[in-house]
Every structure is written in C-alpha cells, then in structure tokens.
C-alpha cells in the first residue's frame, strides 16, 4: 500500500486590525442658480447616488386635492420638452439608470442611480424633468387611473389598512397627516394636469432644494457638472415653506377594523413621540430595538417563541416631520399580527411585557446586544452610494446637521442600559396608546375590551 502524500495547506488567513468607521461627511456648496448640493466622494463605489429633495410637502397640497404631490412625483418621468415619455424611459435604460420619485409629509424626493461613467447624462436626464417637465394631459389621467387602481389592493392589505386608520385617530380631521399620503379615491379623481402644473409651478424650484450626490467621483469636474445640468434650472427665489406643529390625541383607546371572517388580526399600536432633533432620540432608539427590534426582542421571545401567536412583532419609531427651529414629532409603533382565537391573548401578553419593562428594566445584556446590532453593522449597512445618499437626504429634510448620523452612533455606543429603559417606557406608556386592530370583530372584541387598555370601537373596512 502507497504511502498518502503529505498535504500542504495553505496558510489561513489572519483578519487585519480594524480600522475605524465614521458615517461619511459631505461637503457643501450652492449653486448660482440657489441649489443647495451636498456631494460625498466614495471610492470604489461606481454607481452615483443622487437624491433631489423639493420642498413640496403634503400640507402644500390644495383642499379637496390630496395626491397631487404624488401624481406630480411620478409625472416627472413621463416626459419633457425634449424627449417623450417612451423616449425619456429609452434614455435612462440608455445610460443604464432609475429615477424614482415619491412624496411624503416633508416634501418631494426624486432618487437617481446611475453608471459614474454615464453621470453627465442622468444628470441631465434629471435636469430636465424639473426644469421642463410636459405633464401631459394623457400622461397625467394614465398617472391618475393607475393610482384609483391602486388603492382597493392598499384597503385590502391590512397593514395598510391599518395605519391608513392609525393615522385618521391619532391627528385631528384637519390635519393632512389624518388622510392617506398618497390621497383617497375621492381627491385623486379631481386631479388633472392643470392641477399637477399649478402645483409644481408654485412649489418646485431651486432655491428651496438640495442635491445629494453620493459615489466615485474620481475625475469628475461635479461643480462645472452640476452647473451644467442642475444650473440649468430656473425658478424664482421664494423662502422655505412653514412648518406646522405635529399635534396628536394618544388617549388610550381600541379601534377595531372589522373583516369578518379573518383568520388573522392585524395590530398596529401607536402613539406620537420625540424625534431626531430631541436628545432622548438615541436612547429611544436603543430601547425600542430592546423591546421589538429583532428577533431576540423581548415582544418576539414572549408572542412568537415562547406562545407562538405570531411571525413576529415590530416595535419602530418613524420621523414624520420635523422643522428648522428643532420642534417635529416620530411615530412610535408596535406592529405584527396574531391569529385570531388568540388576538386578546396576544394583546394581554403584550401589555405584561411593557408593564414588566417598567418595572424591573432591560438588562444590560440586551443592552449590549441592541448596540452591538445597531452600531457594529453600521459600515455594511452604508456600503452602497444610494444608502449614503438617502441618509444624507433625510437630514435634508429633517433639517439636522451634515455630521448627525456620526455623531448618533456615538451617542448609541455612549448610552446606558437605564437610560435606553427609561426611553422605551417613555415611548411606550400602557395607558397612552392607540391600538388598531383588522379582523373580525365578531370574534376579537369581547376578549380585547376585556384587557381594559381603552374603549373599544368598531369600525367597517369599507
């Protein structure tokens, strides 16, 4: 028998010392026409980022129009004085990019990404849908068909449908924060391209805007680019639109969205809370990834391993708005879903972990593990352009500082297990939330006004 032949490995490879990370920093600049740019040169990263924020905010939107920014949003690939709608789809595959645009409650965001090699062209591209968008008339009512067609498909999602009614029950019937963003079948049915038109003409411009440009921009002249293209666009020089106060009623209550029939219970609890600007933002954040952020979070190891009632439950806060002078409001949230013979169950469970937080704390081990989660995964979460850039942009609008992002995870790394208690209870208090429930009444509403976490109301789904 032959002797085996020694094999040789090849040596192993040794991880290198680490080197620290930062959130990167953008630099700044104004072009002649009153754009606002922020770049962000990131090598390596050969596909560019660029975030255009308007400021075009749903509160903007005229009576009995509601939609309007969204359907303006969309249109601006539809079209220019220079190419039509298939020819302006053409020239962006053309140059291997996207355009995307939504509207929110701080204003309008077009996003762009595209080949370094191909920016002067997407720029370009993006240049001219805000300097000359066509809004045509059959461009526009397709627009509006397709978004009528849309929102029974978002009544019948009912995680849809249920913040569509956390919304209406936390703000007041006045405020545009009560009605869907994207507008109800009832106002996106008035809009026409008069409407879009008027509506761009009196809020788009570049005085009030900012670029986001993010990615390799090795050899790449961006000022005498920018000018080129984004300099290109005219507009008169009107100041920043008012911000007004979030106002909200969390008085503790129940809504119950009825579907009879449903298998399952849709929950979203909720409450209006500090956001970015307020220095317990950190701690909140490291809090709430305590309680409902992962699946190791106190609401997931209690509702879906320990009694099996759900997928999983989500705890999150979410800016809505926020303005220059500092003052702006989150959306604190608990959502998931439970099967229905098991919806109060679930519910009173969910009230023992949030009471039991109040009482006895987090430990300092989900401490360590939420900043471990939050802060160690930072640098891949940043690794492409368009993550850069969109981070950028929400500071944009939420008007925090460029170095906001560092410095929060600083703060996140600095922050104690007391604090980040302190924060959640704060932000989740049992006796003033809303709690929104779709499914089928019939079966889930004795067992939930029996919790005693607030009066029960039924609703139809419509």
């Known amino acids: 028998m032959s002797e085996l032949a020694t094999m040789e490995?090849?040596?192993?490879?040794?991880?290198?010392?680490?080197?620290?990370?930062a959130f990167p920093a953008p630099a700044r600049g104004t072009l002649a026409n009153g754009l606002t740019v922020l770049h962000c040169h990131r090598p390596g990263q050969q596909v560019v980022a660029v975030e255009i924020i308007l400021d075009a905010p749903l509160d903007a939107e005229p009576a009995g129009l509601d939609g309007v920014a969204t359907i303006m949003a969309r249109a601006f690939s539809e079209g220019t004085d220079k190419h039509s709608a298939e020819e302006f789809a053409a020239e962006l595959e053309r140059c291997g990019a996207t355009l995307d645009a939504h509207a929110d409650h701080p204003g309008v965001r077009?996003?762009?990404?595209?080949?370094?090699?191909?920016?002067?062209?997407?720029?370009?591209?993006?240049?001219?849908a805000l300097r000359a968008p066509a809004f045509a008339d059959s461009e526009v009512e397709r627009l509006v068909r397709n978004r009528l067609d849309e929102i029974p498909h978002e009544l019948a999602n009912p995680s849809r449908r249920a913040a569509k009614e956390l919304s209406k029950e936390l703000f007041p019937?006045?405020?545009?924060?009560?009605?869907?963003?994207?507008?109800?079948?009832?106002t996106v049915e008035n809009i026409d391209s008069a409407a879009v038109r008027a509506f761009y003409e009196k809020h788009v411009r570049p005085a009030t805007a900012t670029a986001v440009v993010v990615g390799d921009l090795t050899g790449v002249d961006l000022e005498k680019l920018l000018g080129d293209t984004l300099g290109a666009w005219t507009g008169s020089q009107a100041q920043p639109l008012p911000v007004a106060p979030v106002t909200a009623d969390d008085a503790g209550r129940v809504v119950i969205v009825d579907r009879p029939g449903a298998v399952q219970t849709q929950l979203l609890i909720g409450r209006i809370g500090a956001d970015r600007h307020d220095r317990v933002w950190a701690a909140q954040v490291l809090g709430t990834y305590c309680l409902g952020g992962t699946l190791t979070s106190r609401l997931d190891r209690v509702l879906?391993?320990?009694?099996?009632?759900?997928?999983?439950?989500?705890?999150?806060?979410?800016?809505?708005?926020?303005?220059?002078?500092?003052?702006?409001?989150?959306?604190?949230?608990?959502?998931?879903?439970?099967?229905?013979?098991n919806t109060g169950p679930a519910l009173d469970d969910l009230w023992k972990v949030l009471r039991t937080l109040a009482a006895e704390g987090l430990t300092d081990a989900e401490r360590d593990v939420a900043v471990q989660n939050l802060v160690g995964v930072a640098p891949l979460k940043y690794e492409t352009a368009a993550a850069v850039a969109g981070t950028l942009a929400d500071q944009v609008e939420q008007h925090l500082p460029d170095d906001y992002q560092a410095t929060l995870y600083q703060q996140l790394a600095a922050t104690g297990t007391v604090e980040a208690t302190a924060a959640a209870v704060n932000a989740f208090p049992v006796d003033r939330l809303v709690t929104v429930l779709v499914g089928d009444a019939s079966q889930i509403r004795d067992a939930v006004a029996a919790l005693g976490i607030g009066e029960v109301t039924v609703v139809a789904a419509e």
């Open 9 to 21: 490995f090849h040596p192993q490879p040794q991880a290198g010392e680490a080197t620290p990370w």
């Open 110 to 128: 077009l996003s762009l990404e595209v080949p370094a090699s191909r920016l002067p062209k997407g720029l370009g591209l993006v240049a001219d």
């Open 173 to 186: 019937a006045t405020a545009r924060m009560s009605r869907p963003r994207q507008g109800t079948a009832e």
């Open 304 to 341: 879906r391993e320990e009694k099996g009632y759900t997928y999983g439950v989500r705890a999150f806060g979410q800016v809505l708005r926020s303005a220059p002078d500092g003052s702006g409001a989150a959306l604190l949230a608990i959502s998931g879903s439970v099967d229905t013979p």
